[in-house]
């Protein structure tokens, strides 16, 4: 006699074409039951296209008669619901958190990787989308810079291995073009890199999954929400009036109706100049209270305040993160920064239903 643990075990040696997870930790095994010789279980999938249909049944039949030749076997196929777990096409990751900004240079990037190593470094599983693809600057932030991603082909199909950076995993455009080299696409041709990059990479399963964006709100943002649930976005932006009107505009993307991203917190970069010799002086050399004014604006939580640090730039353009560094003026801003995105992520999920794909329909 058979367990339902031996037929688990069995599955997770296959893997799902598109998310390259097993298909039990991927959530589209489930109901399993054993009734004398039959072995019955549901299949969730994220849509009954005929093609990625036939190919998970005929891998799941098989598998189970190549292991247990004395049992036959009945499958269930049903279509997951919107906005469940597993209609997403990275099931495995818990929390997706778009970091964003209206205009570039407020330091968007080095807060999402000195958020991300924080929370790694707070004992989470996190992971760093590069999306920003005319200007990926995180793999030089991470000492990646001349990196290529592996190549694993599961069931035919093609997967990008993230590389790891001090245990977080990451993909970049940065690791497909030289440092040098221009990136000049069109919309399309964006919006297909970052579908690669979500599809199309074998990402281990992970508490909360980073994505730092380009400025603004143009087709990798739109591409980003009509692809996967973002559960949240945290807006980036710096005391200067110019750079909280720009932060206005692109956070009312994701507060749009049809969008419906939660803003769950927003970053105060630069808030003052603190020289290295003298570590309590304070110069507001943007002004005050923008991070305020924008989280009135979204209605949300201002998450934290990064100073300006001179050794903060150093760090990042030798890839060493002020996030893992031993002076507390360097990581404390980062590990608060962290604290609340978590307390703010979990108010967020337990209060509000789960963020689902934009839908594009014609009329």
Known sequence: MIEIADVKKALAN??????GQDLIASGRIKDINIRGQYVQCTMVLPSLQATYKESLYQAVQSEIEKQ?????????MEVAA???????????VKNIVAVASGKGGV????????????LHKAGWKVGILDADLYGPSIPTMLDLTHAKPKVEVIQGAHKLIPLEAYGVPVISMGFIVEPEQAVVLRGPRLGGIIKQFITDCLWPPLDILVVDLPPGTGDIQLTLVQSIPVTGAIMVTTPQQVAVADAIKASSMFMLDNVAVPI?????NMSWFTPVEMPD????LFGKGGGERLAHYTQSTLLGKVPLIQAVQELSDRGKPAALQSDPLLYEPFKHL??????????????????????????
Not at 68 to 76: A, E, K, L, M
Not at 281 to 284: D, E, F, L, Q
């Open 14 to 19: 296959l893997r799902d074409p598109e998310t």
């Open 68 to 76: 247990f030749p004395d049992y036959q076997v009945h499958i269930h």
């Open 82 to 92: 919107a906005g469940s777990t597993a209609s997403s096409p990275l099931p495995h």
């Open 107 to 118: 330091g968007k990037s080095t807060i999402s990787v000195n958020l991300a190593l924080a």
């Open 264 to 268: 769950i917190g927003v970053v105060e």
């Open 281 to 284: 002086k304070k110069y507001y």
């Open 338 to 363: 962290a604290e609340q995105t978590i307390k703010q992520l979990q108010v967020r999920n337990d209060t509000l239903k789960p963020t689902e794909v934009v839908r594009i329909t014609t009329s």
